[in-house]
């Protein structure tokens, strides 16, 4: 029997409000957490005159996720506001023009295309070693999640753009900063009833149009060092996404327009940024908590590094899947999407619940991964239970359950770059480095913007050998 929204258990609200006013961008996954720990895997709350629908079903969220761009679509409040911003690419569009960015953007990032970028990956690894390797000599303590979004902008744009930026070594403002701003104002907006930001301008909305004005200049001296090199050499090939977007939007109807090119430089740069940045912190903090995690990570190091501090080639890398495996079990416990917003296209049934159009629906991810009916001895943190010998450990293991990438068409398509770069840092990290929390563990807080993370890591390292 199909059930309506009213159906659904819903925590209490006020009349107007609904539920605004229990919620904070910052805590808002835990908040809904809180309420599915109370209410179910399925129930509803209300923001202003929208009652929203949230699900930690994983087969829903499967269902969901796999029916887009046709029955559901992000959420379009988010995509108004980053639209407003400018920036609406291949993360936030739908429909037809989603379609050609994707095939471009898959194309950039495919795994094929990383063996020829190691060299780079790998000179990029090596500034953050000797960051680090400067911190442990001094006795200094480094917030790790500074240094390792530092790291992520640095590789993403060389990457995709062809710009060796360089922000591990800058001093001052770099550009990560205005960066860093951008996407939690993306989620506070996306959730407001109403967007208060056109008619009176708080502190932090000029905040956010001076990193927007920043990210702007930066991005398009970007597209015209591009240009100049394609006219330099008209009949060459493209060496990056930058270039392959440039050439595409001088073709008739290949739907890539100027705004669109800036729109995804903008977006490759923010969100290459935030997921893997976060995801290696929390493998850090998770590593921080358990010594003997640490010690056997040292000893795969080793193993497979031999005298060397960095992975040397990328042959070396395909030996490293521990080092995978365990930021892999650090998102199951600290997941980097903990929310996906999504909306409905179209009336639709979602399980046996009716959703008019227009419905937003937010998956929540963390119950799952920690419910012991997808995964085994659930509060065991084992890196092992995603390789082959989970099997010989007879353990419930739903990898569908698992969509710290994504599902469906729109599943990340910058996963194998992602899962590259945490080889590297972190088996760097373990053969070089050990490392504890510079304070009390208990003071690192979850916060939630558009990704999750540590809103600070200050680790102190020292150096192993």
């Known amino acids: 029997m199909t059930k309506s929204l009213r159906d659904l258990p819903s925590p209490g609200g006020l009349p107007f409000l609904g539920n605004i006013h229990q919620l904070s961008v910052q805590r808002l996954h835990r908040i809904i957490e809180t309420w599915e720990a109370q209410l179910g895997s399925e129930f509803t709350f209300e923001l202003g005159s929208r009652r929203v629908f949230v699900t930690s079903d994983p087969h829903l969220a499967q269902h969901a996720l796999r029916e887009r ?3 559901f679509r992000k959420l379009s409040s988010m995509t108004a506001v980053i639209d407003e911003m400018g920036f609406n690419g291949v993360f936030s569009a739908e429909g037809q023009r989603w379609w050609p960015q994707r095939e471009m953007v898959t194309r950039a990032l495919a795994r094929k295309g990383l063996p020829p970028f190691f060299p780079t990956l790998h000179t990029i690894t090596e500034r953050l070693f000797r960051r680090w390797d400067e911190v442990a000599r001094n006795g200094q303590t480094t917030d790790v999640v500074q240094d390792l979004t530092r790291f992520t902008v640095d590789v993403i744009s060389t990457l995709s753009f062809g710009q060796d930026i360089n922000t591990l070594e800058q001093t001052g403002d770099p550009i990560q900063k205005h960066l860093s701003v951008i996407f939690p104002m993306v989620t506070l907006r996306a959730n407001l009833p109403f967007a208060y930001w056109r008619y009176i301008k708080l502190p932090q909305d000029r905040q956010l149009e ?3 004005a920043a990210v702007e200049e930066f991005v398009h ?5 591009a240009k100049d090199e394609l006219v330099a050499r008209p009949d060459g090939p493209p060496t990056n996404l930058l270039q392959a977007m440039l050439m595409a939007a001088e073709e008739p109807g290949s739907g890539i327009s100027d705004d669109i090119v800036y ?3 903008v977006t490759l740069l923010i969100a290459g940024e935030d997921t893997t940045a976060h995801t290696l912190a929390w493998a850090m903090y998770c590593m921080a908590e358990r010594p003997e995690l640490r010690q056997h990570m040292q000893n795969a190091a080793a193993h497979t590094l031999g005298e060397a501090n960095i992975a040397p080639d990328y042959k070396t890398t395909e030996g490293l899947s521990l080092f995978e495996s365990t930021a892999f079990e650090a998102m199951r416990f600290k997941p980097t999407v903990p929310l996906v917003f999504l909306e409905a296209n179209e009336d639709v049934t979602l399980g046996d619940t009716h959703l008019p159009a227009g419905t937003p629906v937010f998956l929540a991810l963390r119950a799952s991964m920690k419910d012991e009916n997808h995964f085994g001895d659930a509060d065991d943190f084992d890196p092992y239970r ?21 599902a469906g068409p729109r599943v990340c398509p910058g996963r194998h770059l992602a899962i590259l770069e945490i080889r590297m840092v972190l088996s760097m990290l373990a053969r070089n480095f050990t490392f504890e929390f510079a304070d009390d563990a208990q003071g690192i807080e979850e916060s939630f913007s558009f990704t999750m993370a540590p809103h600070t890591l200050p680790l102190r390292l020292h150096r192993l050998r």
Not at 221 to 225: A, L
Not at 397 to 404: D, I, P, S
């Open 263 to 265: 729109a995804n430089v």
């Open 386 to 406: 995603w390789t082959a010998e989970r099997h010989h450990r007879m353990r419930t293991h739903n990898g569908r359950a698992f969509m710290q990438f994504g």
């Open 210 to 212: 001076r990193s927007i």
């Open 221 to 225: 001296r970007m597209i015209d060092e």
């Open 69 to 71: 761009p046709e029955s």
